[in-house]
Each structure stands twice: as C-alpha cells, then as structure tokens.
C-alpha cells in the first residue's frame, strides 16, 4: 500500500506564506510525477503545479511567480511554497504521486487526504 502524508496547512492573511509538505510512503519502487491539486468549495478540482523526477515544473497560471514547488527524491517528499497568498487560493490542497510499486506492473495515481488552506483577514 502507498501512503500520501500532508501537512502544512493552515490559516493565514493575504499576503502571507505558507510550505506544504507530502511524504509519500509504502513499497514504492519509483515516483514519476509529484504535484499539487486544489479543489475550492463548489470547484472542480484542480493541478496548482507539478514535478517531474527530473526536476521539469508546471504551474497554473494564477500562482505562477508566488508558488515554488520542489522535491525531494532521496525522501519521496513534495513541497509546495506559497507566497503572496490570495483569498482565492483558499481551497482543500491535495497531493498526487503517480508511481509504480514494487509488486505491480505499470503507474498508478495516489492521492492524499488533503490539508486546509484558508487565506482570509
């Protein structure tokens, strides 16, 4: 089994900053992609950003130049720093590995259970 471990979240003003962090844990023989989701109430989840094994990043276009996303490989851990937090960057945040265990053949996507964000005065 593969464990997807956040934590990080919390409450915080705008303008503020916050570090998400997700271990991933389990008989996991290799990461490919690590990211980033987000999913507001009433919205559609969504990829706030993401990292290859090889370092290559993706973001969406409304935290490009506040988030940082970086990873670990030795610790199969994913880390999300968010800068400049908006009231719209409120959402449930979740982690997402897609890896291949050492027991089955071919990728699998995993999730975590998410962590509260919320950016308010």
């Known amino acids: 089994q593969v464990q997807l471990v956040e934590s990080g979240g919390g409450l915080v003003q705008p303008g503020g900053s916050l570090r998400l962090s997700c271990a991933a844990s389990g008989s996991i023989f290799s990461i490919n992609v690590m990211g980033w989701y987000r999913q507001a109430p009433g919205k559609e989840r969504e990829l706030v950003a993401r990292?290859?094994?090889?370092?290559?990043?993706n973001y969406t276009d409304s935290v490009k130049g506040r988030f940082t996303i970086s990873r670990d490989n030795a610790k199969n851990t994913v880390y999300l720093q968010m800068n400049s937090l908006k009231p719209e960057d409120t959402a449930v945040y979740y982690c997402?590995?897609?890896?291949?265990?050492?027991?089955?053949?071919?990728?699998?996507?995993?999730w975590g259970q998410g962590t509260q964000v919320t950016v308010s005065p």
């Open positions: 990292i290859t094994s090889g370092g290559r990043t």
């Open positions: 997402h590995a897609y890896l291949i265990l050492y027991y089955k053949s071919g990728y699998s996507n995993y």
